[in-house]
């Protein structure tokens, strides 16, 4: 039975039930760190990132991973993992271990297998940055948001999403058709509606809003948008589904066809890249 919602009702409705995920106000006053003059002092981005442990923590294990320490003696240190990884890397890994933390409630989702589809296409989006003309720390968020509305359901709902799975027998193209029948919005909506309320830059916000059709969005929001649909589609291929639906691995929809060829990428080109990100991603100790 569809239980006529909107994606600021369920927003609405976690807020008030205290179960809303939160964007760490730490990336915001880091930018503004380094902004200013007292950013190029370490010893005040340490102090910064100290008073946020969970992130902290992630830093220093990112610090040892075999990307930024690759045999190297034990970092323990905060200003040493910092020197080592630079001001870009650093800035990644506080939106990244911040994503990691969020998800606290359980839910009926395969949790471990959306947190690794949403860091998959996180990596993929940064890598096509460039080819869309999107801001690639941007990229990195849409990748990493773009499924945020799928847990937001599964937590307003456990049965609403229980049903979608059903309905769409487990196939990212059914899902949206399924959520809508269900919930009369669709998880698109809802991703959207939460990074808007977390103040991500607005092709941000567009790009996720329109990963399931780029058309939806005003048109200079379109290559944020299409960017976002590859990137999800990057993480299906390699066999990463999103603890609710995937495509069959290896394979390419026709609609994701199209997008490659719009931005004159060959499938292998894409398969490589998103290897490749794959790759990065591990490397970093993320997966
Ligand atoms: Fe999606």
């Not at 200003?79 to 998800?103: C, E, H, K």
């Not at 509305?149 to 058709?177: M, N």
Request: proline share 4%; with cysteine.
């Amino acid at each position: 039975m569809t239980q006529r919602i909107t994606s600021t009702e369920v927003i609405d409705r976690l807020d008030h039930l205290k179960n809303l995920p939160t964007f760490s106000g730490l990336l915001a006053e880091y930018d503004a760190l380094m902004a200013s003059a007292k950013g190029s002092h370490l010893k005040h981005v340490v102090a910064l990132l100290r008073t946020d442990p969970r992130i902290s923590t992630g830093l220093l294990k990112s610090a040892n991973s075999a990307r930024f320490n690759p045999g190297s003696k034990q970092v323990t240190d905060l200003a040493d993992a910092i020197s080592l990884m630079g001001n870009n890397d650093v800035r990644l890994l506080i939106v990244t271990w911040n994503f990691y933390t969020m998800f606290g409630s359980p839910t009926a989702l395969d949790q471990e297998a959306y947190l690794t589809h949403s860091m998959v296409s996180a990596f993929i989006a940064k890598a096509l940055g460039p080819h869309c003309r999107v801001d690639e720390d941007q990229a990195f968020s849409m990748g990493l948001f773009h499924d945020l509305g799928v847990y937001l359901l599964a937590l307003y709902s456990p049965e609403g999403i229980q049903a979608v799975r059903e309905t769409s027998q487990g196939k990212a193209g059914r899902q949206i058709a399924a959520e809508k029948d269900q919930f009369a919005t669709t998880h698109a909506h809802v991703s959207a509606r939460m990074v808007n309320r977390w103040q991500l830059p607005k092709p941000v916000v567009m790009g996720i809003l329109g990963h399931h059709n780029p058309a939806l969005v005003p048109r200079e929001f379109q290559a944020p948008a299409r960017l976002t649909a590859l990137a999800q589609a990057g993480a299906f291929y390699l066999g990463y589904e999103n603890g609710l639906v995937g495509e069959q691995p290896g394979i390419l929809t026709e609609t994701s066809q199209g997008l490659l060829k719009r931005l004159k990428l060959s499938e292998s080109g894409f398969q490589e890249m998103a290897e490749a990100a794959l790759q990065e991603a591990q490397d970093t100790g993320l997966l």
